[in-house]
């Protein structure tokens, strides 16, 4: 319960919370509703029954945008090495801000050369 709402933090303007499963619960749902949020978390699947149809495709919606943020930081994590090891909050920073930099970058230079092939 705790973890959640130490993310959820007020400087985000964003109202949609996307997590997975393990964010979900009734006090949860409930905290988010009364800070003007909309729950995009995870549904888990019903013990020992099959997943409903409609929770199986509302999963999958929530998935495929998931996953376009959530690659992004394991490109940065494997390809690019990103570690945080450092003394204080500012330099941890600093690094974040450069790997972010480098990716970004990156990105530029697969699009124009994917742009210039035609």
Known sequence: MGALRDVVTNDNTASDVWADTAYR???????LKAQGRVSRVHRRKPRGKPMPD?????NAT??????????VFAQQKAKM???IRTIGIKRAEAKITLVNLAYNMNRLIFHERRAAMG
């Open 81 to 83: 090495g990103m570690l």
């Open 25 to 31: 619960s009734q006090s949860n749902e409930k905290w």
């Open 54 to 58: 409609h929770i199986r495709r509302g």
């Open 62 to 71: 929530k998935s495929k945008v998931r996953a376009r943020v959530e690659h």
